[in-house]
Structure formats: structure tokens, C-alpha cells
């Protein structure tokens, strides 16, 4: 996988392809989908969320390029995978899901292979976690409408944001760069993500 679908397309950072090598994609699937583990597709899990396409996780994370000194904040635990890949490339991770259940499974499942650097949060992921901001760096594993303005103003100077901004349907990959006091907006490739859910992003169906 990691070299036909991630290294293959140019994804060079060594430390992201060796974090892709060491965590085990399959454990973050529902049995049923254990099989489509390393498919070059997203693949569905839990609560109508799905699993990103092996590529997209090596291209977000790469273009976000976390630190081993850094503290980033993922938006979206989904399935934990992501968290997984951050929190062995980052000193700590703070991660919010909407869904307590997805959250739940994933705490327990990172905590089985060892991964004690990360804290948890259920809510609104477009509100960030400001007590414990400024981030230097935040991934956005959910497509938003817009920018979200909390997420911006929780960057640290010179911290960036990787996030999916567009349609309901389709999202350009934005990357967000905070200096001096104002934010540097640089779009990259075509994607698509499940809805980014919140205040400062989509309406809940549930609440329609």
C-alpha cells in the first residue's frame, strides 16, 4: 500500500510513509470491512463516516508536516486512523469528535497499540479547543463550507492548517498559514470528505 498508493504518486516525507508502514490500517475497520483495508478508496466505519483513501491521509499529512515538538489538533477522531499517524509523528494531539461512539472505539483501540499522547474531546470540532490553544498545527478531516474563524485564531504563530473547504459534493485540500497576525491561504487538490458538522460549519441533519 504504501508504496504502490502513496510513494508512487510523490509523497515523499520518510517519517509519514514510515508512521503509514507501522500503523495497522486494518484495526481501524469494522470486521466486515477488514478486507478493503488497504483498498485505494475511503471505506465506510461507523455512524455513516468513513475511512480516507490511504493517499489523502499521506497527502494531508505531509502537507501538514507535523513536528516531534509540536502540539497539533486533529478535528474529526473518526476511526482514530488519522489520529494514530499524527500521534506518532507529533509530541502531543488533541482530537474532537462529534460522534461519542466513534470517539470511544478509538480511544481504546490507540491506547491498545501504546499511543498515550493524545487527548480527547467529544463536540464541535469547528469550535476547536481553545483552553489549551495555540496550536502549532491543525488537521481538518472533515469538508467545511468556509474557513472556520475559531480554528484560525486557535493557530499558533507560524502554525498552518490543512483543511477541505467547498461544496457539500466536492472540496479543494486548503492549506492555512498564520504570520504576522493574518492567515496565508494556499488551495491543493480536489477531494472529497464527509460534511464538517457545526457551528462554523454545516447544520446537523439530526436538527433540520
Known amino acids: 500500500m504504501v508504496f504502490e498508493q502513496i510513494h508512487a504518486r510523490g509523497i515523499r516525507n520518510e ?3 514510515r508512521a503509514m508502514e507501522e500503523i495497522p490500517r486494518e484495526r ?110 491543525i488537521m481538518v478531516t472533515a469538508g467545511a463550507p468556509e474557513l472556520p474563524e475559531p480554528l484560525i485564531a486557535q493557530l499558533a504563530e507560524g502554525g498552518r492548517m490543512v483543511i477541505p473547504v467547498g461544496g457539500s459534493e466536492e472540496q479543494t485540500l486548503t492549506t492555512v498559514v498564520r504570520r504576522a497576525g493574518r492567515t496565508i491561504e494556499t488551495p491543493g487538490m480536489a477531494c472529497r470528505f464527509v460534511k464538517l458538522i457545526g457551528r462554523q460549519g454545516w447544520p446537523d441533519p439530526a436538527e433540520e
Open 28 to 137: 481501524f475497520l469494522p470486521p466486515e470491512q477488514a478486507k478493503n483495508a488497504f483498498a485505494d478508496a475511503a471505506v465506510p466505519i461507523d455512524a455513516g463516516q468513513t475511512l480516507s483513501q490511504p493517499y489523502m491521509v499521506a497527502a494531508m499529512t505531509a502537507q501538514l508536516d507535523p513536528q516531534p515538538h509540536e502540539r497539533v489538533l486533529e478535528i474529526g477522531t473518526g476511526s482514530g486512523y488519522q489520529t494514530a499517524i499524527l500521534a506518532r509523528l507529533a509530541r502531543e494531539v488533541y482530537t474532537i469528535e462529534r460522534i461519542a461512539s466513534l470517539q470511544d472505539a478509538a480511544r481504546i483501540l490507540l491506547r491498545e497499540l501504546g499511543m498515550e499522547n493524545v487527548k480527547y474531546r467529544v463536540g464541535d470540532g469547528t469550535q476547536g479547543w481553545p483552553e489549551e490553544a495555540p496550536f502549532d498545527a
Open 15 to 17: 517519517r509519514v510513509l
